[in-house]
């Protein structure tokens, strides 16, 4: 993983609508107590991704040969390969929520629950 892959922005949002930026963090960041099961979420899926792209299941030709009594060899993988594509796609749907909301905030029509 590179630096660039969690980071945090602690920063203000004043009562006049002003936000302030304090800090950019690399990897010792804090995690708001009303956020933190989704960015637990966030960052376990991001590391689960990672490790994929970094050491890759073998795929099934590449196995040795099983018996029929071990657990099903071609059933794990392809429950290994969904997990991972989720993951991926959990990645681009947070990327693409993000987005949404810098471009949504810049015009005004974003407001924060």
């Known amino acids: 993983m590179g630096p660039d892959c969690i980071c945090a922005m602690d920063g ?3 009562k006049d609508g002003k936000e302030w930026l304090i800090e950019l963090n690399d990897s010792a960041i804090g995690l708001v107590a009303r956020h933190i099961q989704e960015d637990l979420a966030h960052i376990r899926d991001l590391v689960m991704l ?6 890759p299941l073998p795929s099934s030709s590449q196995q040795p040969d099983q018996s029929s009594e071990s657990t099903p060899a071609p059933l794990q993988e392809q429950l290994e390969t969904l997990k991972l594509e989720i993951s991926r796609q ?5 990327k693409l929520e993000k ?11 974003f407001k924060r629950n």
């Open 12 to 14: 203000v949002h004043a």
């Open 99 to 109: 987005e949404l909301e810098n471009k949504s905030k810049s015009r005004g029509l």
């Open 50 to 55: 990672k490790l994929a792209e970094a050491y």
């Open 90 to 94: 959990r990645v681009q749907i947070d």
